[in-house]
């Protein structure tokens, strides 16, 4: 890779990330840590406002903008891909937002690119996907990002019925099927409920706030979490 490519590269993967350390720069760039530092501290003599220092990380300042990126046929094909198996299991309102994207992405490659990755012969057909559940997931993702509580009927592995009271942190896919992370208030403690177990989940009009120890956080770090 040209070292001017290389430059570029280092902008936009500190660009797309938080905070990125000089290890990870080096291992996606395939150069050595100090190789980094050299090329971050050039690109900070020249004007880019690239904050932190080595050791801790580095982010983009507010306010730089580089120009549209134009993507490579290999980088087209793996979008419509994504879009594709992403589309058979997200909810209707998402899947119309990524056809949307993809859309507005493809109509501004060359014609050739865009040829090149409309005809990937890759495809994830939905009919076995259940239609109340990519609603239920809807329902559920909108109030982990609205932060409203929500009561769901709930039939556990047993098939014993009850109704939950939780607090929606987060919607995960696990190849087969959806589940939602949640703190029940029923139980006082983290479950995870499978969308195919549940009845049409009720949003409340209640908004809930982070506390600590009910995270979505705190229940990552809680390993083997339990499942109803």
Known sequence: MRRAD???HIVQLIRGRRLTTAAFLAERLEVSERT???????LQHQGVPIEGEAGVGYRLGAGFELPPLMFSAGEARALVAATRLAQAWLDPAMARDAE????K???ILPRQTRAAAESLALYAPTFSVDPAIQQSLQTLREAVQLRRKVTI????AADQSSQRNVRPLGCFFWGKVWTLAAWCESRNAFRSFRLDRMDAPQVQDAVFRDETGKTLADFLRQAGATSV
Do not use: H
């Open 6 to 8: 290389r430059l570029f």
């Open 36 to 42: 980094v530092y050299r090329d971050v501290a050039d």
């Open 100 to 103: 949307q994207a993809l859309g």
């Open 105 to 107: 992405i493809l109509s």
């Open 153 to 156: 009927a709930y039939r556990d």
